[in-house]
Every structure is written in C-alpha cells, then in structure tokens.
C-alpha cells in the first residue's frame, strides 16, 4: 500500500500564491478526479507533486509512505513511483524516443534491464493506443499532435510502471476515438497495478472511461467540495459557478 | 562518392570521378593552399581533416541542376580554412560539418548564383578553446534557398562566436534566407553569435534565430520527471542537440560525444 499525503500546503510562484492549505490524502487502488475553474491551482498541485522547483513551498508537507518530500529533486520522485502525465509535453527535438525511455527505465531496473522485453513491449503498447511505430525513433513529442502527445505519456506510464500516477488533463487534444483509447489504457494500467491515481480534468467525458472513487472541486487553490461520481455529473448539468457558489452561501 | 584527405600540409583525393579537382598554392607568402572544385555530377564529396598546420581556401563550384552532398570532419588541429561557394541556376548544395578541433578560424562565403539555386548547411562543434565561424550568404539570383544552421557547445576553455549574414539584393525576388544559430555554453566562458540580414527587397522570407545559453528548464525537468539523473538529462540533450541532421558522421560524432560526456 503507496499513500500520498498533502498536508496544509500552500505554494506560490513569482510571489503569487496558487495552493492554500491544500489537504488530500490518495492510497494504492483509489482514483480521485479533481475539477474546477481554470486558474484555481489544478496543474499546480500536479507539477508541485512532482517537484517541479519554479513553485515555492511556503508551508504544509508532500509526504510519500511516511517520508516528508518536500526537498526531493524530481528523478529521486519519479524512482520512488511518482509519475506526471502532462498537459503539454515538451517538444525535445534530436533526442529520439527510444533513447529517452531506454535511459528512463534503466535507471529504474538497473542490471534487471533487459533490451528485448523493453523493445516487444513498446511496439505491444504503440500499437494498443493506435500509435506510428515509427513515433519511437522520432524525437521526444517531435512534430507530434497534442493527441499523440497525450498517447506518449500513457505510453511512458505504461513503461514505466508508476505507483502514484498523475494525470493532468490528459483528455485535452484528444478526439473520441482516442480518448476513449487513453482512458481505456489507463484503465487497463490501473486493473493491473493498482496505483494511486489524480487526474486533473475539465470535463465530465474522460470519466465515461476512467471511473473515480473520489471527485474533488477546486476553487482558489484548495478542495472546496469532495464527492463520488455523481459530483461530476452535477457539475456537467450546473457548472461550477451555482456548485462552488453554494459552497460559499 | 569522392574523398579528400587532408592530414599536416598533405592534401590527398580518391575517386573524382563525378568532380573536377585542382590544388595549388593561393598565396606562397602566406603559406596558403588552395583546393578548386568543379561538381559536374550529382555527387557526395567526404572531406576528412587532422592535425592540419596549414591555411587552405576552397573554392567549390556547383554546376547547373547538379546536387551536391559535403560532409566534412576535421579534429585534432588548428584550423584557418577559408571556403567559397559558386551555386549556379537548379543546383542544391548540403553541407554537413562536425568540428573536434583545438582552435578553428573559418570563412564561408556562399555565393547562390543562378535561380532556384540551395544552399543548406548543418554545423555542429564542440568547442574547447577559439572557434569562429563567419557566413557571407549572398542571394544572387531570384527564388534562392539559404538555410545555415549552426550548432555548438562550449566546454573547457570554449569561447565559440557564430557570425552569419545574408544578403538579398533588391529585385531578388522570391527568395528564402532562415539563420539559425545555438550555442550551449557549458563554461563561465562568453560566447557570441552575431545574426544579420541584409535585405533590399520586400518579396523574400527571412528568418533567424540566435540562442546562447544551457538547456530550457522544461526539457531538463521532463527528462529528469522520468527518473533519470540530471548528469544523463544533460548528457541525452546534449547528444540530441549535436546529433540532430547528422547522417553520414553520426557514428563518430556519436564517439566524439561519448568521449566529453561519458
């Protein structure tokens, strides 16, 4: 059992403050979904997690299995099982795919690696989730649409094996027929290992596939209204303004 | 495919069957030679330079509708090399340059002489002490192709400049000129790259870009988000930045790299 603790965190950037005294708790086999207004601290939570260090902590804790992670630079994060699949992937043109996720997953297996499994498995995967298989040899999101962008990202989560996996909109660029892939593939993943999973998301549709446990809405950097699926339903029907308006009546 | 050897002040050429080729001295007081080349065929020309100690001026003619692949490596020297490009009508002209040099002075003027004429080049360098690259592109005649592309890291004592200029005359109309220069600087060492256009004519596409600096923190921060240490992200973008477009020198390109970035 992986848990992930946020305790009373608040975290600005360029002395703006984005999460206040933010609190969640996620454990192995639990998926939350958070929702909420654009500009609420959504991705933030997601790349603070994941220690991106343009955010600052000013208090409160990000705590893995009883350990305080705060200060832990992003690759010791990632070894430890977190993962982040981004809103937008970066583009990392002249470093080809294969190369990148070689790297990647021997540093996580060390000796145990084993090129052949490693090579069987991506082409397996690239075609599950209707890729080009020549997307392997291309460079990192290299020309690629922001829905093979997204593909990329559960394909490297699929690699990857996380224990914590983060997902932030990763339904946005993504048509029917590929969301319906992403959501289904995560889906698989999460039967298989049982993760702990956050995805960030604006819409009701990715949870048509992808079935939360927890809903949580976000507004001014913190969870004002938790629920179960029905949450979401409720925001598709009255929108955030009447639901997270009623909070504060 | 063509070879040209040139090792000390040794100048040596294998199979010229698709070039026309003549060396002599450009000026005896200055103890500079000079190599002319006439392409009459399409062609590959490999140029392979080491320890060279003397000054060399090429002057490389690309005939009509011919195209023309250069690939040159030099290492281990110090280097004043001057070239000349004469691009006629139809022609296209790909030069791929690695450098593993110790101090590299270099001219390139590339003259694109006749319409439709192209010219792209790919540079890439690992700088460990003086480098400098001046580029003089001249767009000659109308619908001209001028793409330069110059790519270094600065390590050691590195102190890397790019200077490049493109000229387009007024009533070159149609022609295309994209600049675009990047220096890695891995040193406390200042670099430059100076990017100019020259242009007397509203009916051109022109671009360029000029970036000196380390990798973005969004390049470094989604390597290392999978695990892998800074060391090896910085490793993997530096292998990538040097190696992309690299065809037929990928290889030992690849070994040069290993042997900084082990």
């Avoid at chain 2, 890291?153 to 990047?182: P, W, Y």
């Avoid at chain 2, 004519?201 to 240490?229: K, P, Q």
């Amino acid at each position: 059992m992986n848990i992930l603790k946020i305790e009373n965190l608040t975290v600005e950037i360029g002395g703006k403050t984005i999460l206040k005294d933010f609190n969640l708790e996620i454990k192995s086999g639990e998926i939350h979904a958070i929702m909420g207004p654009n500009g609420t601290g959504k991705s933030t939570l997601t790349k603070v997690i994941m220690g991106d260090t343009n955010y600052k902590i000013i208090k409160g804790k990000i705590i893995y299995n009883g350990k305080v992670i705060n200060k832990m630079p992003v690759n010791e994060r990632a070894k430890l099982g977190i993962f982040l699949g981004m809103q937008m992937p970066v583009a990392i043109e002249g470093v080809s795919n294969a190369d990148f996720l070689r790297s990647a997953l021997r540093t996580k297996e060390g000796d145990n690696f084993k090129l052949l499994s490693f090579i069987k498995e991506v082409e397996e995967l690239t075609k599950k989730l209707h890729m080009d298989s020549e997307m392997i040899h291309r460079g990192i999101n290299d020309g690629f649409s922001g829905g093979e962008r997204k593909k990329n990202e559960i394909l490297q989560m699929n690699i990857l094996k996380p224990n914590i996996v983060l997902l932030d909109e990763i339904d946005s660029g993504l048509d029917v027929d590929s969301l319906k892939l992403v959501g289904e593939s995560v889906m698989d993943y999460y039967k298989d290992k049982k993760p702990a999973v956050l995805l960030v998301t604006h819409y009701q549709r990715l949870l048509d596939y992808i079935k939360p446990d927890f809903i949580h809405i976000m507004k001014d950097g913190h969870i004002v209204l938790s629920g179960d699926k029905s949450l979401a339903l409720k925001i598709e029907k009255e929108g955030y303004d009447k639901l997270v308006g009623d909070i504060y009546e | 495919m063509n070879k040209i050897i040139i090792n000390g002040e040794d100048i040596k050429i294998e199979g010229n069957s698709d070039i026309e080729i003549s060396i002599g001295e450009a000026s005896k007081f200055l103890n500079v030679q000079s190599v002319k080349i006439k392409i009459i065929k399409n062609t590959d020309i490999i140029i392979e330079a080491s320890e060279v100690d003397i000054k060399l001026d090429f002057y490389i003619n690309v005939l009509k509708d011919i195209k023309a692949n250069i690939y040159e490596y030099k290492h281990d020297g110090d280097y004043k090399f001057q070239y000349k490009y004469y691009l006629e009508e139809n022609s296209h002209l790909n030069v791929e340059k690695i450098c593993d040099g110790k101090n590299i002075k270099e001219m390139t003027v590339i003259n694109l002489n006749g319409e439709n004429a192209i010219a792209n080049f790919n540079l890439k360098t690992i700088c460990k002490s003086l480098e400098k690259y001046n580029f003089l592109v001249y767009h000659n005649a109308k619908n001209t192709v001028s793409n330069i592309l110059n790519n270094g890291v600065n390590i050691l004592d590195g102190k890397l400049e790019f200077n490049v200029s493109g000229f387009v005359l007024n009533g070159m109309t149609g022609c295309n000129i994209d600049q675009k220069a990047r220096i890695i600087n891995m040193t406390e060492n200042s670099c430059i790259i100076k990017p100019n256009l020259f242009i007397d004519e509203e009916d051109v596409i022109a671009n360029h870009s000029a970036l000196i600096g380390t990798f973005s923190f969004e390049e470094v921060f989604y390597l290392m988000s999978r695990g892998i240490s800074k060391k090896e992200t910085l490793n993997l973008l530096t292998k990538g930045f040097l190696l992309k477009g690299i065809t037929y020198y990928k290889e030992i390109l690849k070994e040069i790299i290993n042997e900084y970035w082990r």
